[in-house]
T-cell receptor
Framework: KAGVTQTPRYLIKTRGQQVTLSCSPI?????VSWYQQTPGQGLQFLFE???????NKGNFPGRFSGRQFSNSRSEMNVSTLELGDSALYLC??????????????FGPGTRLTVL | GENVEQHPSTLSVQEGDSAVIKCTYS??????FPWYKQELGKRPQLIID?????GEKKDQRIAVTLNKTAKHFSLHITETQPEDSAVYFC????????????FGKGTHLIIQP
């Protein structure tokens, strides 16, 4: 079974631009969660989508948004990029919603650098 | 929301010795506690998890213990090997919750030859 994939793997953007990241979950998984990983803050929850619905959102500004398609693929968008948005963005897929205690399988991440 | 504290941030042990990483959580309703291992440049991978109806779980050299009363859980690695060198993250979530996993800040485990 193919693992979680993320595209692109690397991105370089400038302040003020916007970016869209993509995540394809493991086949059959309906839950996709997004996390931001930085050296200072560690892994922080952004949001989770389950069956095309956003279940909740972490403590991030409205510039961070996402969506999920009927095939469970998910996209994350960041508008008006700031230097502090530079991070590794990880998505994780799971058979069940995060509150169900199911294992989350992580993708390789997208490394975003904002100049 | 949930808050997970993890200690130590760096742990250096001699090959063959044991390593212990500790985490505390704040939300007594949390009931699922996974541990992830992240090697340099790679994705986090689940190594073991425990649910609140169990006090201890083992898988070969790895074990996790949970104390619900004190709201803390620990990862124990015995007979450490060079390939155990990585960053380890603890996390917590609750059944029916929608906040995803709340992670600790990570422990960089260094195995000295």
């Amino acid at each position: 079974k193919a693992g979680v994939t993320q595209t692109p793997r690397y991105l370089i953007k400038t302040r003020g631009q916007q970016v869209t990241l993509s995540c394809s979950p493991i086949s059959g998984h309906r839950s996709v969660s997004w996390y931001q990983q930085t050296p200072g803050q560690g892994l922080q929850f952004l949001f989770e989508y389950f069956s095309e619905t956003q279940r909740n959102k972490g403590n991030f500004p409205g510039r961070f948004s996402g969506r999920q398609f009927s095939n469970s693929r998910s996209e994350m968008n960041v508008s008006t990029l700031e230097l502090g948005d530079s991070a590794l963005y990880l998505c994780a897929s799971s058979l069940v919603a995060s509150g169900g205690g199911g294992e989350q399988f992580f993708g390789p991440g997208t490394r975003l650098t904002v100049l | 929301g949930e808050n997970v504290e993890q200690h130590p941030s760096t742990l250096s042990v001699q090959e063959g010795d044991s390593a212990v990483i500790k985490c505390t959580y704040s939300d007594s309703a949390s009931n699922y506690f996974p541990w992830y291992k992240q090697e340099l440049g790679k994705r986090p991978q689940l190594i073991i998890d425990i649910r609140s109806n169990v006090g201890e779980k083992k898988d070969q050299r790895i074990a996790v213990t949970l104390n619900k009363t004190a709201k803390h859980f620990s990862l124990h690695i015995t007979e450490t090997q060079p390939e155990d060198s990585a960053v380890y993250f603890c996390a917590a979530s609750k059944e029916g919750g929608a906040d995803g996993l709340t992670f600790g800040k990570g422990t960089h485990l260094i195995i000295q030859p």
